[in-house]
């Protein structure tokens, strides 16, 4: 399984972005995928995830600004970010895993994209 993420660059407080992560060699109807973000000097952590037939999880503190979305047909996975905060930004990853269970902890997913860096400036 690769995954190949893309759509980080540079925005201004208040913005959007949309990133999207491409899945190939695999079987991605018994994945789940995830976006996970690691900011500088802290852990990484889970900002989303979305399963096969579109059932979602997200952080607490990022719902309603943040949407996972994905599109089966192309194997991919999306993360549209509104309404962007200076703290948003970091590095942004997409994993995957097997299963039907949400898992928050990075160690459970086994398939990682290159990530993206998203840059928020104030």
């Known amino acids: 399984v690769q995954l190949q993420a893309s759509g980080g660059g540079l925005v201004q407080a208040g913005g959007s972005l949309r990133l999207a992560c491409a899945g190939s060699?695999?079987?991605?109807?018994?994945?789940?995928m995830g976006w996970f973000r690691q900011a500088p000097g802290k852990e990484r952590e889970i900002v989303a995830a979305?399963?096969?037939?579109?059932?979602?999880y997200y952080e607490e503190s990022l719902k309603g600004r943040f949407t996972i979305s994905r599109d089966n047909a192309k194997d991919t996975v999306y993360l549209r970010m509104n309404n962007l905060k200076p703290e948003d930004t970091a590095v942004y990853y997409c994993?995957?895993?097997?299963?039907?269970?949400?898992?928050?902890?990075?160690?459970?997913?086994?398939?990682w994209g290159q990530g993206t860096l998203v840059t928020v400036s104030s």
């Open positions: 994993a995957a895993r097997e299963g039907s269970l949400f898992y928050t902890d990075q160690s459970e997913y086994p398939y």
């Open positions: 060699g695999g079987t991605f109807s018994s994945h789940i």
């Open positions: 979305i399963k096969w037939r579109g059932a979602t």
